[in-house]
Nanobody, 124 residues
Framework: QVQLVESGGGLVQAGGSLRLSCAAS????????MGWFRQAPGKEREFVAA????????YYADSVKGRFTIARDNAKNTVYLPMNSLEPEDTAVYYC?????????????????WGQGTQVTVSS
């Protein structure tokens, strides 16, 4: 049974930084794609970033390119999302997710396993 546990959220001022972490368990972590998504109040869940099994390929939403970086440590079964130059528009619950294949995709519906989410609030 796959389990994903996010941490690292919090309250930060605009221009600040946070680093989210997602610890995975329940299967061979290095065999599967990992992704980060977010959901703001009143909005649909949206793609933020994704990373291939080995970490050699990364993908980002246009809104976070150059500010967020997705990375993984397969030895620690953990995926990270360092976030810099945060903006009030980044305020959301951030979710870690994985899927059952090695193909990287950016659509929410293609991910079958989700964490409980961690709140990120950016004040202006």
């Amino acid at each position: 049974q796959v389990q994903l546990v996010e941490s690292g959220g919090g309250l930060v001022q605009a221009g600040g930084s946070l680093r989210l972490s997602c610890a995975a368990s329940g299967r061979t972590f290095s065999s599967y794609v990992m992704g980060w998504f977010r959901q703001a109040p009143g909005k649909e869940r949206e793609f933020v970033a994704a990373i291939s099994r080995s970490g050699d390929r990364t993908y980002y939403a246009d809104s976070v390119k150059g500010r967020f970086t997705i990375a993984r440590d397969n030895a620690k079964n953990t995926v990270y999302l360092p976030m810099n130059s945060l903006e009030p528009e980044d305020t959301a619950v951030y979710y870690c997710a994985t899927r059952d294949t090695s193909v990287v995709v950016t659509t929410t519906q293609e991910y079958g396993y989700w964490g409980q989410g961690t709140q990120v609030t950016v004040s202006s």
